[in-house]
């Protein structure tokens, strides 16, 4: 399967409309070459498997959706043969059934007259077969108690029963897997929504903007509980209802300080934004957060929309969609298009699906946990985040909620802020860098190599 994959990524070639290209060295494309090839098998591991029911077949079958845990047993259920008009007249009934992983065993119960009526071998074994010479019909009744177990402890492996019969051969697949235990808030649906919602924002040598932000929080959602993490040189004491600051090490990092304030939310819910940006009266939670609340959407992110301190809406700020995600040799090649979206949510007609969104959203606590934010960003970073949510978090942006972004800027900051990078590649080349060799990319178009703002 890995080398089909291979070969399908070799065969086609692709390119990016502009945007960067990032030369890796030599060294660099052995290292990534070997990485992806790691994450391929773990990929191919976990996917669902290919089921192909087979035309003509006299073996009825369910190819999959037997799930059961580890170390314990679950029914093949399903598993029939008819007789083809070619078959008529044969007078034995041979039926084998063969566990191609290993990972379990096969046993039948037989009980009454079927005793004496069908022989058996390989009983609680990974490879069984029956044989008899009855009628059709009595075989079926006994291949439904026909019994898988699995053998092998493993919290998430895929067995494929091979059935045999008259030449003609089936796949059943069979998943074993360790069911998790949930995780559960203490809510219930008329809670005021700062016992859903926890605020968290990470600051760095901008204390004037970030009491500025506490307090636009508090003026729309007094009892809302806000998480700061702070990696300023000369820390400061930063109070407030409600208010928990957790000092970092000097310059520790963007992403390093979002990972520490998720990791302290207590809620389901969380809306993270940056330390210059503040509440203003369009910022409606609650309209966001039905989104999140809504069964059949299913959505775990959905983000705000950016106005400056005039009240207008900042148009380098909507969302951004990729539509093309070309494979090679070389990586992928991501083209990304700006101000675009997938779809729009019918029911919540200012809302769209989208892959990247603006820096200001609700997230499901443990949803955006489980992908979190690498710490390799020190300084700046947005776009990498939500690369690495690709595939694993729905998103969706509503333009009818705002958060006003009133910039502040200072030399000492900036001095900082503008020589971000990854490692020893600086700047926001050495970011896109990063993206090429972490996300195995060949180029991406749509990135804003100038301007104060980054997607």
């Known amino acids: 399967m890995r080398e089909e994959m291979m070969r399908e990524r070799e065969a086609e070639e692709c390119e990016c409309d502009g945007g960067f290209h990032g030369p890796l060295k030599t060294s660099e494309k052995y290292r990534r070459k070997k990485e992806m090839e790691k994450w391929e098998g773990e990929q191919i591991r976990k ?14 079958y369910v190819g999959a959706g037997i799930i059961l845990e580890p170390l314990t ?48 071998a390989g009983q609680d ?46 796949h059943v697949h069979v998943h074993v897997k360790r069911e998790p235990f949930p995780r559960l808030f203490d809510v219930q649906d008329s809670d005021d929504i700062t016992k859903k919602v926890t605020v968290i924002t990470k600051t760095f040598m901008r204390y004037g903007a970030v009491r500025t932000m506490i307090d636009s929080v508090h003026k729309y959602y007094p009892n809302m509980t806000i998480i700061v993490a702070d990696d300023s040189e000369h820390p400061q004491k930063i109070a407030g209802n409600n208010v928990k600051h957790f000092i970092m090490p000097f310059a520790e990092g963007w992403f390093a300080g979002r990972n520490l304030a998720l990791s302290q939310v207590r809620t389901p819910y969380f809306f993270i934004l940056d330390d ?34 005039d009240g207008q809406l900042m148009k380098l700020l909507f969302t951004t969609s990729i539509f093309e995600r070309g494979n090679s040799k070389d990586g992928y090649c991501v083209n990304r298009v700006f101000n675009a979206r997938h779809s729009y949510l019918d029911e919540y007609p200012d809302c769209e699906l989208a892959d990247e969104i603006p820096n200001a959203f609700l997230g499901r606590t443990l949803s955006v946990r489980s992908v979190g934010f690498d710490p390799m ?79």
Do not use: W
């Open 47 to 60: 996917q669902e498997p290919f089921v192909m029911c087979q035309a003509m077949s006299p073996i009825s």
């Open 73 to 120: 047993s679950a029914s093949l259920r399903g598993i029939s043969i008819v007789d083809l008009p070619t078959m008529q007249g044969e007078q034995e009934f041979v039926v084998e059934l063969i566990s191609t992983n290993g990972l379990g065993t096969i046993s039948v119960e037989l009980s009454g007259r079927y005793r004496d009526t069908v022989g058996l």
């Open 125 to 170: 074994s990974s490879k069984l077969k029956l044989y008899t010479t009855m009628n059709i019909t009595d075989m079926n009744k006994v291949l439904k108690t026909l019994v898988y177990k699995s053998s092998v402890y493993d919290i998430d492996a895929r067995d494929v029963i091979e059935v045999r019969y008259r030449g003609f051969s089936v």
């Open 276 to 309: 210059d940006m503040l509440f203003c009266d369009n910022t409606k939670l609650e309209s966001l957060l039905k989104l999140l609340e809504d069964p059949k959407l299913n959505i775990d992110v959905v983000s705000a929309r950016m106005e400056n301190t």
């Open 377 to 455: 960003l020190d300084r700046v970073g947005h776009y990498e985040f939500l690369f690495d949510a690709m595939g694993k978090l729905k998103i969706a942006s509503c333009k009818n909620v705002r958060v006003r972004h009133a910039q502040v800027r200072t030399p000492e900051y900036d001095k900082y802020r503008y020589a971000d990078g990854v490692g020893k590649n600086k700047g926001f080349g050495g970011r896109a860098l990063y993206s090429i060799y972490k996300n195995n990319l060949k180029c991406m178009s749509g990135m804003r190599q100038k301007g104060p703002h980054y997607m």
